[in-house]
């Protein structure tokens, strides 16, 4: 029965996406391809997908939001450093799992 519930009852899809995802490098390593999210987006498009879901463009996270799930001196970390300084932070890159190499580049 709860099998038939599910399949009879109108599920929500919540579609997050924004262009800027594209302008940024997140290292050879990572997981995060900006082309295929901009393809994958063309299709949710060109197939008019975007009419069945709940769209939402998000907004860069403030660091009352972020404060919410991460560390202070995370998000102190992260207020602090940049693709030009990050040689200054070596040691809190290696505390954070931070740079080209890891799931946390630094834009």
Same mark, same amino acid.
């Given at each position: 029965?709860?099998?038939?519930?599910?399949?009879?009852?109108?599920?929500?899809?919540?579609?997050?996406?924004?262009?800027?995802?594209?302008?940024?490098?997140?290292?050879?390593? %990572? =997981?995060?391809? !900006?082309?295929?999210?901009?393809?994958? $987006?063309?299709?949710?498009?060109?197939?008019? @997908?975007?009419?069945?879901?709940?769209?939402?463009?998000? %907004? =860069?996270?403030? !660091?009352?939001?972020?404060?919410?799930? $991460?560390?202070?001196?995370?998000?102190?970390? @992260?207020?602090?450093?940049?693709?030009?300084?990050?040689?200054?932070?070596?040691?809190?890159?290696?505390?954070?799992?931070?740079?080209?190499?890891?799931?946390?580049?630094?834009?």
């Amino acid at each position: 029965k709860l099998q038939n519930n599910i399949m009879s009852s109108k599920q929500r899809v919540s579609y997050f996406y924004h262009s800027d995802v594209g302008h940024f490098y997140y290292g050879p390593s %990572h =997981p995060m391809k !900006p082309h295929r999210l901009k393809l994958a $987006h063309h299709l949710v498009l060109s197939y008019g @997908l975007y009419k069945k879901m709940e769209c939402y463009r998000p %907004h =860069p996270a403030t !660091p009352g939001e972020m404060a919410a799930f $991460h560390s202070e001196d995370y998000v102190s970390f @992260l207020s602090r450093i940049t693709p030009d300084n990050l040689r200054q932070f070596h040691t809190q890159m290696q505390k954070f799992n931070a740079g080209e190499y890891t799931d946390c580049p630094v834009f």
